[in-house]
């Protein structure tokens, strides 16, 4: 007997049942707790929530019970079991409390997953219509040999203008209604800076086109303040304006198709000597006359010429050896022929139904 007597009096036995008595009831609350986890999803009815109250919270219902037991364990153990006994009373209150408002919200929606279901095809990237076009257009004139160049969106002045024989306070910069940077430097008007860069590096023969985005300070239904041009330059010996005239025919009758007429008009640019503007047939009213075209049956696609010999003088080229001709052209115009759009702003709202339509 001695051994199972401790010092205060109490025997083992006795400390072994009182530890035992108080874990099973900490066991039992956790697993009242748990059930009523389980059991307050499913419940679809206010009715069916008063009789989770009944069973859980009721005068007979498991935590009350429980709660009562509490008078069978030693005074030492009641203030803990008693504080979780409250804690999971109150835990089920809120409980209840959730399930009330989600019901009374009525949206009782079961979550499942219809492993069925077709999965979502992420979206597919395209190109833009400009690009699409603007690749339509080089791959044409690479065809025919040109090689592709690309140059800076912000140039000097020296490129843009003095280079291309536009003196200063000519009357001709006032044609392009240009963006300033700085003092010297501009946003390009135009991609006809290129043909200086590119001339000012190698000696003819040079085929080059140089597509890319251009600046002026315009906006309306057929101007935006950026736009797109394609420049092409070919300069070797004995180049002549039938060459051009050649050229710019192949490229529209592989662009719009056989029967698409062309006129060249006389113009000016103070870079091209002589210089045209180059119209082709409307291809939305086959030249009968329409709103795109002004009733005309015309429409200007881009501007063109024999290279003016006071460039050569910038690039030192002899004037005496070679000749050459040069044209540019706005992407968006042809594009807008291509796919019958009325509307150049369209090209940059980024509407993606609009966007969606090109291939
Ligand atoms: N750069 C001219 C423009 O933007 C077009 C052009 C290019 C004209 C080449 C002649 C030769 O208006």
């Not at 859980?56 to 008078?71: F, W």
């Not at 140089?210 to 950026?226: E, F, L, N, Q």
């Not at 006071?310 to 050896?321: K, L, Q, S, T």
Request: glycine residues 8%; negative net charge; proline residues 5%.
């Amino acid at each position: 007997m001695a051994p199972f007597v401790q010092s205060n009096g109490a025997s083992i036995l006795e400390d072994l049942f009182i530890i035992l008595h108080s874990q099973n009831m900490k066991e039992q609350l956790i697993k009242i707790q748990k059930q009523a986890e389980r059991e307050i999803d499913s419940i679809s009815s206010l009715e069916g929530l008063e009789t989770f109250r009944i069973q859980y919270l009721g005068k007979k219902g498991h935590v009350t019970s429980a709660l009562k037991k509490l008078g069978e364990l030693p005074p030492e153990e009641r203030p803990e079991i008693g504080e979780m006994a409250n804690s999971v009373k109150a835990e089920i209150s809120l409980m209840l409390e959730r399930a009330k408002n989600r019901l009374k919200s009525g949206e009782i929606k079961k979550e499942y997953i219809d492993i069925t279901l077709q999965g979502r095809a992420p979206a597919r990237g395209r190109l833009h219509p400009i690009d699409i076009v603007n690749r339509e257009i080089c791959d044409i004139f690479v065809k025919m040999g040109y090689r592709i160049v690309q140059g800076p969106n912000v140039e000097l002045d020296y490129y843009n203008f003095e280079a291309l024989n536009f003196p200063k306070d000519h009357p001709a910069r006032d044609m392009q209604d240009t963006f300033y940077v700085s003092e010297g430097v501009v946003l390009r008007t135009h991609t006809s800076p290129m043909q200086v860069r590119v001339m000012e590096k190698q000696q003819p023969p040079v085929g080059i086109i140089a597509p890319g985005k251009v600046y002026r300070s315009d906006s309306d239904v057929s101007h935006t303040p950026m736009f797109h041009q394609v420049e092409g330059l070919l300069v070797d010996k004995g180049i002549t304006f039938g060459d051009l005239k050649g050229t710019l025919t192949g490229f529209v009758h592989q662009m719009f198709g056989k029967d698409v007429a062309l006129r060249f008009r006389p113009s000016f640019f103070p870079f091209t000597e002589p210089s045209a503007e180059v119209d082709i047939q409307c291809v939305i009213c086959h030249g009968k006359g329409c709103r795109t075209c002004g009733n005309s049956g015309w429409i200007e696609i881009l501007g063109a010429g024999m290279v003016d010999p006071a460039v050569y003088g910038f690039v030192n080229y002899d004037p005496e050896i070679y000749s050459g001709f040069a044209f540019g052209m706005g992407i968006e115009r042809v594009a807008m022929l291509k796919y019958g759009i009325d509307d150049i702003q369209l090209f940059f709202r980024n509407d993606m139904r609009f966007l969606r339509q090109f291939y």
